[in-house]
Protein backbone atom coordinates (compact mmCIF):
# COMPACT_ATOMS: atom_id res chain seq x y z
CA UNK A 1 0.00 0.00 0.00
CA UNK A 2 1.07 3.83 -1.14
CA UNK A 3 -1.59 5.24 -0.29
CA UNK A 4 -1.19 8.06 3.41
CA UNK A 5 -3.17 6.44 6.18
CA UNK A 6 -4.22 8.39 9.39
CA UNK A 7 -3.14 5.34 12.09
CA UNK A 8 -5.02 5.56 15.59
CA UNK A 9 -1.63 4.18 18.07
CA UNK A 10 -2.72 2.85 21.51
CA UNK A 11 0.08 2.59 23.45
CA UNK A 12 1.55 2.66 27.75
CA UNK A 13 1.95 6.05 28.98
CA UNK A 14 5.43 4.98 29.33
CA UNK A 15 6.39 3.76 25.37
CA UNK A 16 8.68 6.33 23.89
CA UNK A 17 9.44 3.97 20.33
CA UNK A 18 6.02 2.52 19.01
CA UNK A 19 4.37 5.45 17.15
CA UNK A 20 8.16 6.97 15.93
CA UNK A 21 9.02 3.36 14.42
CA UNK A 22 5.66 2.66 12.80
CA UNK A 23 5.39 6.01 10.77
CA UNK A 24 8.90 5.81 9.56
CA UNK A 25 7.35 2.39 8.36
CA UNK A 26 4.28 3.72 6.86
CA UNK A 27 3.81 5.43 3.51
CA UNK A 28 4.84 8.74 3.23
CA UNK A 29 2.56 11.50 4.30
CA UNK A 30 0.95 9.08 6.82
CA UNK A 31 -0.31 10.55 10.27
CA UNK A 32 -1.07 9.04 13.71
CA UNK A 33 -3.23 10.09 16.35
CA UNK A 34 -1.51 8.47 19.51
CA UNK A 35 -3.38 7.32 22.80
CA UNK A 36 -1.34 7.07 25.98
CA UNK A 37 -2.94 4.53 28.43
CA UNK A 38 -1.97 4.68 32.00
CA UNK A 39 -0.44 2.58 34.10
CA UNK A 40 1.90 2.11 36.97
CA UNK A 41 6.16 1.42 37.27
CA UNK A 42 5.64 -2.28 36.98
CA UNK A 43 5.35 -4.53 33.88
CA UNK A 44 1.65 -5.92 33.05
CA UNK A 45 0.88 -9.24 34.59
CA UNK A 46 -2.20 -11.34 34.99
CA UNK A 47 -2.97 -9.18 38.03
CA UNK A 48 -2.64 -5.50 36.65
CA UNK A 49 -4.18 -6.33 32.91
CA UNK A 50 -7.97 -6.35 33.41
CA UNK A 51 -7.38 -2.56 34.88
CA UNK A 52 -4.99 -1.37 32.10
CA UNK A 53 -7.81 -3.05 29.49
CA UNK A 54 -10.57 -1.24 30.79
CA UNK A 55 -8.66 1.77 30.83
CA UNK A 56 -7.63 0.71 27.35
CA UNK A 57 -10.97 0.44 25.91
CA UNK A 58 -12.28 3.57 27.14
CA UNK A 59 -9.84 5.48 25.74
CA UNK A 60 -10.32 3.74 22.55
CA UNK A 61 -13.99 5.37 21.98
CA UNK A 62 -12.35 8.69 20.67
CA UNK A 63 -11.47 6.91 17.89
CA UNK A 64 -14.87 6.30 16.74
CA UNK A 65 -16.11 9.87 15.38
CA UNK A 66 -12.38 10.36 14.00
CA UNK A 67 -11.04 10.31 10.09
CA UNK A 68 -8.67 7.23 11.62
CA UNK A 69 -8.35 4.70 9.23
CA UNK A 70 -7.07 1.84 11.11
CA UNK A 71 -6.36 0.97 14.96
CA UNK A 72 -3.23 -0.27 16.21
CA UNK A 73 -3.07 -1.64 20.04
CA UNK A 74 0.55 -1.32 20.55
CA UNK A 75 1.48 -3.16 23.58
CA UNK A 76 2.90 -6.73 23.00
CA UNK A 77 2.49 -7.86 26.54
CA UNK A 78 -0.98 -6.95 27.25
CA UNK A 79 -1.91 -9.23 24.12
CA UNK A 80 -0.52 -11.98 24.55
CA UNK A 81 -0.91 -12.77 28.42
CA UNK A 82 -4.13 -13.89 28.40
CA UNK A 83 -3.76 -15.75 25.56
CA UNK A 84 -5.07 -16.26 21.82
CA UNK A 85 -8.30 -16.21 22.90
CA UNK A 86 -8.10 -13.01 25.42
CA UNK A 87 -5.94 -11.09 22.11
CA UNK A 88 -8.76 -12.07 19.92
CA UNK A 89 -11.67 -10.97 22.47
CA UNK A 90 -9.32 -7.99 23.17
CA UNK A 91 -9.23 -6.82 19.29
CA UNK A 92 -13.37 -7.41 19.06
CA UNK A 93 -14.19 -5.43 21.78
CA UNK A 94 -11.61 -1.93 20.32
CA UNK A 95 -13.44 -3.06 17.12
CA UNK A 96 -17.01 -3.16 18.32
CA UNK A 97 -16.20 1.02 20.63
CA UNK A 98 -13.97 2.14 17.96
CA UNK A 99 -15.82 1.31 14.31
CA UNK A 100 -12.65 1.19 12.98
CA UNK A 101 -10.65 -2.10 11.48
CA UNK A 102 -8.38 -2.97 14.78
CA UNK A 103 -4.69 -4.77 14.81
CA UNK A 104 -2.93 -6.40 17.94
CA UNK A 105 0.81 -6.12 18.35
CA UNK A 106 0.36 -9.93 19.93
CA UNK A 107 -1.71 -11.23 16.66
CA UNK A 108 0.54 -9.34 14.17
CA UNK A 109 3.37 -10.84 15.40
CA UNK A 110 2.22 -14.80 15.10
CA UNK A 111 0.98 -13.81 11.49
CA UNK A 112 3.98 -11.62 10.96
CA UNK A 113 5.82 -14.57 11.46
CA UNK A 114 3.56 -17.20 9.57
CA UNK A 115 3.29 -14.88 6.42
CA UNK A 116 7.82 -15.83 6.62
CA UNK A 117 6.95 -19.53 6.30
CA UNK A 118 8.89 -19.96 9.41
CA UNK A 119 8.78 -22.54 12.06
CA UNK A 120 11.61 -22.23 14.45
CA UNK A 121 12.88 -19.24 16.19
CA UNK A 122 15.23 -17.18 18.18
CA UNK A 123 13.11 -14.53 20.39
CA UNK A 124 14.44 -11.22 22.28
CA UNK A 125 12.40 -10.18 25.01
CA UNK A 126 12.63 -7.33 28.24
CA UNK A 127 10.23 -9.69 29.98
CA UNK A 128 10.32 -11.41 33.44
CA UNK A 129 10.34 -15.23 33.30
CA UNK A 130 6.10 -15.86 33.97
CA UNK A 131 5.51 -13.24 31.11
CA UNK A 132 8.19 -14.91 28.94
CA UNK A 133 6.34 -18.00 29.61
CA UNK A 134 2.98 -16.93 28.78
CA UNK A 135 4.68 -15.28 25.32
CA UNK A 136 6.25 -18.60 24.05
CA UNK A 137 2.77 -20.39 24.68
CA UNK A 138 1.11 -18.12 22.72
CA UNK A 139 3.52 -18.48 20.26
CA UNK A 140 3.19 -22.39 20.23
CA UNK A 141 -0.26 -22.04 19.78
CA UNK A 142 0.60 -20.03 16.34
CA UNK A 143 2.71 -23.56 15.42
CA UNK A 144 5.99 -20.92 16.09
CA UNK A 145 8.81 -22.51 18.07
CA UNK A 146 11.32 -20.89 20.13
CA UNK A 147 14.65 -22.27 19.71
CA UNK A 148 16.70 -19.84 21.04
CA UNK A 149 15.97 -17.39 23.16
CA UNK A 150 17.33 -14.41 25.45
CA UNK A 151 15.65 -11.51 27.81
CA UNK A 152 16.81 -8.66 29.57
CA UNK A 153 14.65 -9.54 32.30
CA UNK A 154 14.15 -5.32 32.73
CA UNK A 155 11.57 -5.65 36.28
CA UNK A 156 10.17 -1.96 35.70
CA UNK A 157 9.19 0.30 33.05
CA UNK A 158 11.94 2.43 33.69
CA UNK A 159 14.41 -0.25 33.21
CA UNK A 160 12.70 -1.14 30.05
CA UNK A 161 13.30 2.55 28.84
CA UNK A 162 16.79 2.25 28.94
CA UNK A 163 17.15 -0.72 26.53
CA UNK A 164 18.73 1.05 23.78
CA UNK A 165 18.97 -0.18 19.83
CA UNK A 166 22.58 -1.29 19.91
CA UNK A 167 22.19 -3.75 23.28
CA UNK A 168 18.82 -4.75 21.27
CA UNK A 169 21.38 -5.68 18.55
CA UNK A 170 23.82 -7.03 20.58
CA UNK A 171 21.60 -9.39 22.29
CA UNK A 172 20.32 -10.62 18.67
CA UNK A 173 23.38 -11.72 17.71
CA UNK A 174 24.32 -13.76 20.78
CA UNK A 175 20.89 -15.41 20.56
CA UNK A 176 20.51 -16.35 17.31
CA UNK A 177 22.31 -19.53 15.94
CA UNK A 178 22.04 -21.77 12.40
CA UNK A 179 18.87 -23.84 13.45
CA UNK A 180 16.81 -20.75 13.80
CA UNK A 181 14.35 -19.89 10.79
CA UNK A 182 14.21 -15.58 11.88
CA UNK A 183 14.70 -13.96 14.52
CA UNK A 184 11.80 -12.06 16.70
CA UNK A 185 12.07 -9.21 18.67
CA UNK A 186 9.21 -9.07 20.60
CA UNK A 187 8.14 -5.36 22.80
CA UNK A 188 6.93 -2.31 21.32
CA UNK A 189 8.99 -0.54 23.50
CA UNK A 190 12.13 -2.11 22.10
CA UNK A 191 14.14 0.03 19.60
CA UNK A 192 14.36 -2.01 16.45
CA UNK A 193 13.59 0.62 13.27
CA UNK A 194 17.22 1.25 13.21
CA UNK A 195 18.88 -2.05 13.26
CA UNK A 196 16.71 -4.55 11.44
CA UNK A 197 17.57 -3.84 7.72
CA UNK A 198 21.36 -4.27 9.26
CA UNK A 199 20.78 -7.77 11.08
CA UNK A 200 19.26 -9.03 7.93
CA UNK A 201 22.04 -8.53 6.11
CA UNK A 202 24.34 -9.99 8.86
CA UNK A 203 22.21 -12.89 9.76
CA UNK A 204 20.73 -13.60 6.15
CA UNK A 205 17.61 -14.66 7.46
CA UNK A 206 14.30 -12.36 8.57
CA UNK A 207 14.56 -10.33 11.36
CA UNK A 208 11.31 -8.91 12.67
CA UNK A 209 10.06 -7.21 15.64
CA UNK A 210 6.78 -5.97 17.14
CA UNK A 211 6.71 -2.89 15.60
CA UNK A 212 7.08 -3.69 12.17
CA UNK A 213 5.10 -6.63 12.01
CA UNK A 214 2.21 -4.51 13.85
CA UNK A 215 2.85 -1.76 11.12
CA UNK A 216 2.65 -4.57 8.32
CA UNK A 217 -0.51 -5.73 9.53
CA UNK A 218 -2.33 -2.26 9.96
CA UNK A 219 -1.63 -1.78 6.32
CA UNK A 220 -2.85 -5.16 5.33
CA UNK A 221 -5.83 -4.85 7.26
CA UNK A 222 -7.22 -1.80 5.16
CA UNK A 223 -6.35 -3.74 1.67
Not at 88 to 99: I, S
Request: proline share 4%.
Amino acid sequence: MTQALHIGLMVPINNTTFAQEVLSWMPPGSRATTVRIPRGKGLLTTETLPAYKAAALELATQFKDSDVDVVAYGCTAAGFIFGPQGDADLAQELQQVTAKPVVTTARSMVLTLQAAGVNDIALVTPYLDAVNTQLKAFLADGGIRVRRFNSFFANDVDALGRITAEQVKEMVLKTDDDGCQAVFIACAQLPTATILDELREILGKPVLSSNWGTTHQAQLALV
